[in-house]
C-alpha cells in the first residue's frame, strides 16, 4: 500500500505513563515522518483531527454519570498498551474494556484478532470502524547492530560475566514477598537475579483506586529498597529499556506482567507465579490470580517455580517460545509495525466517510468491520483452537516431567535419609567398639 500524503494532518498521542508513551511513540514518529504534524499530551481534553490512544477506555465513562463520553479528537484509534491486557478473561475483556467509544482498534496480531472475534460473537460493541492488525510497534527497534551494542552495554553496567543464566524478576505489582521467594527458593550458583521495577507516578485525585494505588506505590518502594540493599541482586535502573533487558535475561519471572509477554517476542521464556496476585475490583479492594495463557510461559506457584525455572531455560522449549511470539505479533511485522499502524489508521481516516454511519455510542458497524490483513474469522478461531491444543500437550509433558523430577527429588531424598541412618549405625558400633577397648 503507497504512503497517503498528509502534510499538515494535526495528530494528537495521548498518555499518562511511560508504557502508553512508549506504546504510542513509534507510530506518532512514523505519522510525523509523513508529514502530519504530531504532539503528545496527557490532557485528554487537548482537541486533535487524529487521536491516538494507548489507555483503558474507562477514562471515557463518567462514573458520576453512569455513562460513556468520547474521545476529544475527531478521528479516535485505540491501541493496546499491554500485549497481555486480557489475562485470564479472554473475550470478557472487551466486555469490561469497551473500545466502543472509539473509531478504529489496533490490535498485535493473531491472538488478540481471535479474542476480539469471539467478544464480537457475544456480541460486544467494537470501534466504529472496527479493528485492524498493527503490529507492535513498541518493539520495532529491537533489532540490528545498535541494539546488540545497547544489550552489550547494559550486561556489562549489570556486571553479568555470563558464566551463570540471568533470571529477570519483573511484577506488575511488585512487593517485598516477591524479592524474599527468589531469594529463598533460586540456586544462586546457577542464576544471577536482575530486577526490574515498573515506574509508578502518584495517582490521580479522584480515583477510585487512590488508596489501593497509594499503598501499592508505598511498597513498590520498600521492595525496591530491599533488593538495593540484597547480596546478589542487581536492579535494573528505570531508564533502561525493557527489550534490552527481557533479551539479555534467560528466564523472566513475573506475575502476569507485559515483560513475560514482551519477552517471548524476543525469545525467551517466562514463568508466571500465580501465588503472587495483584489488586482488582472496583476499588483495588479485591485480589485476581494472574494467569498467562501463552506459548512459552509456564505457571507455577511459589513452592514450583524453581522446577519451572529448570524447564524454561532447556533448549527445548524455545519451539513453545517461537510458537508464542507468532501467536501474538507476525514475525514479519516485528520491525515494521509502526509502518503497517500508520497505514491502518490513514486508510481509515481517509475512508470513514464511505463507512456505514454509526453511532459511537452503540452503532452496530463494528461487529462487520473485523480484520485488517488476509486473515479470516474461521482461519483466526481454528488457529487458536490448534493453539490451544498444542499447549495443552506441551502442558501434558511438562507436568510429566515435572512429576519425574518431584519422584527423583523424593527418591534422593530417602537415599540420603538411608545413608544417614547407616551412618548412625556405624557410629554407635565405633562408639561402642572404643568404649570396649578402653575397658
Not at 506504546?23 to 503528545?40: D, H, M, N
Not at 490448534?386 to 534422593?412: F, G, K, N, T, V
Request: hydrophobic share 40%; net charge negative; aromatic share 8%.
Amino acid at each position: 500500500m503507497s504512503e497517503h500524503s498528509v502534510d499538515g494532518l494535526p495528530v494528537v498521542f495521548y498518555f499518562t505513563d511511560e508504557i502508553e508513551r512508549d506504546t504510542l511513540t513509534p507510530v506518532a514518529r512514523e505519522l510525523a515522518r509523513r508529514g502530519c504534524v504530531v504532539r503528545g499530551t496527557s490532557d485528554f481534553r487537548d482537541q486533535a483531527e487524529i487521536g491516538l490512544y494507548a489507555c483503558h477506555s474507562n477514562r471515557f465513562f463518567d462514573f458520576s454519570a453512569g455513562r460513556w463520553t468520547v474521545p476529544s479528537s475527531r478521528f479516535s484509534v485505540i491501541a493496546l498498551h499491554d500485549l497481555g491486557q486480557a489475562n485470564d478473561s479472554g473475550e470478557l475483556y472487551f466486555e469490561n474494556d469497551s473500545w466502543h467509544v472509539f473509531d478504529l482498534g489496533l490490535l498485535p496480531g493473531p491472538a488478540w484478532m481471535s479474542v476480539f472475534a469471539r467478544a464480537v460473537g457475544r456480541g460486544i460493541r467494537g470501534p466504529r470502524l472496527g479493528v485492524r492488525v498493527g503490529g507492535w510497534p513498541k518493539g520495532d527497534h529491537a533489532s540490528g547492530p545498535e541494539f546488540d551494542e545497547s544489550c552489550r552495554r547494559l550486561r556489562d553496567a549489570l556486571g553479568l560475566d555470563g558464566s551463570r543464566k540471568v533470571l529477570l524478576l519483573g511484577c506488575s505489582w511488585s512487593d517485598r514477598q516477591q524479592l524474599t521467594d527468589v531469594m529463598r527458593r533460586v540456586d544462586h550458583d546457577r542464576f544471577d537475579v536482575v530486577v526490574k521495577y515498573p515506574s509508578f507516578p502518584p495517582p490521580p485525585n479522584g480515583s477510585p483506586w487512590f488508596d489501593r494505588l497509594v499503598a501499592a506505590r508505598e511498597e513498590l518502594g520498600l521492595a525496591r529498597h530491599l533488593a538495593e540493599n540484597s547480596a546478589g541482586v542487581r536492579v535494573a535502573t528505570d531508564g533502561s529499556d525493557v527489550y534490552a533487558l527481557v533479551t539479555i535475561a534467560d528466564v523472566v519471572l513475573s506475575n502476569g506482567s507485559n515483560l513475560l509477554y514482551e519477552g517471548v517476542l524476543m525469545g525467551t521464556a517466562g514463568v508466571s507465579v500465580r501465588d503472587w496476585v495483584h489488586p482488582a475490583g472496583r476499588d483495588g479492594s479485591l485480589t485476581a490470580l494472574p494467569y498467562v495463557d501463552l506459548e512459552g510461559v509456564l505457571t507455577a506457584g511459589r513452592d514450583t517455580f524453581p522446577a519451572m525455572l529448570d524447564l524454561a531455560v532447556d533448549p527445548a522449549f524455545a519451539s513453545a517460545v517461537a510458537s508464542g511470539h507468532a501467536s501474538l505479533v507476525k514475525p514479519n511485522d516485528l520491525g515494521r509495525s509502526a509502518v503497517r499502524a500508520a497505514d491502518e489508521i490513514l486508510t481509515a481516516y481517509r475512508n470513514r466517510s464511505d463507512e456505514a454511519e454509526g453511532s459511537r455510542s452503540g452503532g452496530p458497524g463494528a461487529s462487520t468491520q473485523l480484520w485488517g490483513d488476509d486473515v479470516s474469522l474461521r482461519e483466526a478461531l481454528d488457529a487458536a483452537a490448534e493453539r490451544e491444543s498444542r499447549a495443552r500437550d506441551q502442558l501434558a509433558y511438562y507436568e510429566s516431567e515435572l512429576l519425574a523430577r518431584q519422584r527423583a527429588l523424593q527418591a534422593a531424598d530417602e537415599r540420603e535419609l538411608n545413608a544417614r541412618a547407616r551412618i548412625a549405625h556405624l557410629e554407635e558400633q565405633v562408639a561402642e567398639l572404643l568404649a570396649r577397648t578402653i575397658r
